[in-house]
């Protein structure tokens, strides 16, 4: 309707005689008063922003790679209708690039004295926080010759948490935990601390694990199963300094570490352990201790969906006093790091010893399926260089591994999809090996 208004009066303005639109005062007088008292008619009926109530409603946490409805509720408690474009501007990194513009504005005809609702949708591409800029309203007349415009500050937050892509791994994790803890008909014979019950000895079985003294009260040879301790205390530790930045496909190397981490953590509490966070670079950025089972994977997806890589050299010494401080008994420490050769031979070897005199130490990284794919090359003297060069950092990579291994650390190196299920299968062997 607005529209249409607006042309019939330029149309009728266009109508008058030819003479009047003669460049002379009175000749632009003729013109633009009707125009003028047109514009000052639309302004008195747009209505005003300042007054305009606003409140948002909505989701306050997604998944990254999800997305989150926010709601805006305007209200316009004046005697004129509200007729308005709307802009919500949250941070770039709230939507995937090319979908700001349509997802963030908004149309709207507010009746007075009422309320309408708008909901922006964000689908967030970074972990962290996301607060909410200024909503900013231009209202137009009836005409739409005329428009006033302000920005309200309209406060919220909507936190992205790692998306925990692993999950799709537990059930086959805890399948196995099950055979492991004598839950199903496969039981470990001959492992783990815990004595769990007797059974008929079936060859293959070993016979360190027969119990002569039932043996002796029976007809036949009886056998211990055992079962793998529970109540152990597992100590995650995500190094988060310059090493964890360097991208492997779309993400940096932390994230899949966090994902690993997020995976082992659910299978460890499902297995009756503790589990700990502690995030290091020069110094603690996060740590999570004494969390109930119920509530450990709320509380280690919030901790890390705040968590960057810093652009420093992690300081060994320090990581490792801190974590000797936050598990003071016997654990298994799980150090999430890189395997580049001079982080570990000049910051963690020389300190190693500390903690392997304590603990299990177990140490995982994410390699990069690229540098695989340049060592199959082949073709031309470009593909042959860069299979070299691949090969070589290979070889650099299994050396350091082959040192880990020489001080009894266990190693998982595997690329970002294959880090998760590959960690929970280390864990897992330890556990059925009695080194839990």
């Known amino acids: 309707m607005a529209l249409t208004a607006r042309t019939a009066l330029l149309a009728a303005i266009g109508s008058l005689p030819v003479g009047i639109l003669e460049p002379s005062w009175l000749g632009i007088l003729a013109v633009n008063a009707p125009l003028a008292l047109a514009c000052a008619c639309d302004a008195a009926l747009a209505a005003p922003v300042r007054r305009l109530g606003l409140i948002r409603s909505g989701d306050t946490s997604v998944r990254l790679g999800e997305t989150a409805d926010v709601t805006l509720t305007v209200t316009n408690p004046s005697g004129r209708p509200l007729r308005a474009r709307l802009r919500d501007a949250w941070p770039p990194s709230s939507w995937e690039p090319g979908t700001e513009t349509a997802a963030s504005r908004h149309r709207l005809t507010v009746p007075p004295g009422e309320r309408r609702r708008v909901t922006t ?30 920005s309200h500050r309209v406060p919220w937050t909507v936190r992205v948490l790692p998306p925990f892509t692993s999950r799709k791994h537990l059930p086959s994790k805890l399948a196995r935990l099950r055979e492991l803890d004598g839950r199903t008909s496969v039981l470990t014979r001959g492992e783990g601390t815990e004595f769990d019950s007797l059974r008929e000895y079936v060859p293959g079985d070993d016979t360190r694990s027969i119990d002569w003294r039932a043996t002796a009260r029976h007809s036949t040879v009886a056998v211990r199963t055992w079962r793998p301790e529970r109540d152990r205390h597992i100590l995650l530790l995500l190094d988060t300094g310059r090493t964890s930045a360097g991208r492997v496909g779309d993400a940096p190397r932390l994230d899949a570490s966090m994902d690993a981490a997020l995976l082992l953590a659910a299978l460890a509490s499902r297995a009756g352990d503790r589990v700990d966070l502690l995030a290091y670079d020069r110094r603690v950025r996060t740590l999570v ?28 010494r320090g990581l490792t006093a801190t974590a000797l401080r936050t598990a003071p008994r016997r654990s298994l420490i799980v150090l999430l790091t890189s395997l580049d050769a001079a982080p570990i031979e000049e910051g963690l070897l020389p ?71 590959a960690l929970a299968d280390a864990y897992l062997a330890l556990k059925a090996a009695g080194r839990l």
């Open 121 to 150: 949708r964000l689908r967030p591409t970074r972990r962290g926080d996301r607060q909410a800029d200024r909503v900013t309203i231009r209202s137009y007349g009836p005409l739409g010759l005329y428009a006033r415009q302000g």
């Open 289 to 316: 201790q004494g969390r109930a089972s119920g509530e450990l994977l709320s509380s280690l997806v919030n901790a890390m969906s705040a968590l960057e890589p810093e652009l420093v050299e992690t300081d060994a």
């Open 351 to 421: 300190v190693l010893s500390r903690l392997i005199q304590r603990h299990t130490v177990l140490v995982a990284s994410v390699a990069d399926p690229y540098v695989a794919r340049m060592a199959a090359s082949r073709g031309n003297p470009e593909a042959v260089y860069a299979a070299a060069s691949a090969a070589q950092a290979q070889a650099e990579r299994h050396r350091t591994a082959e040192q880990l291994r020489r001080h009894g650390v266990t190693v998982v190196d595997a690329p970002p999809g294959d880090l998760a299920p």
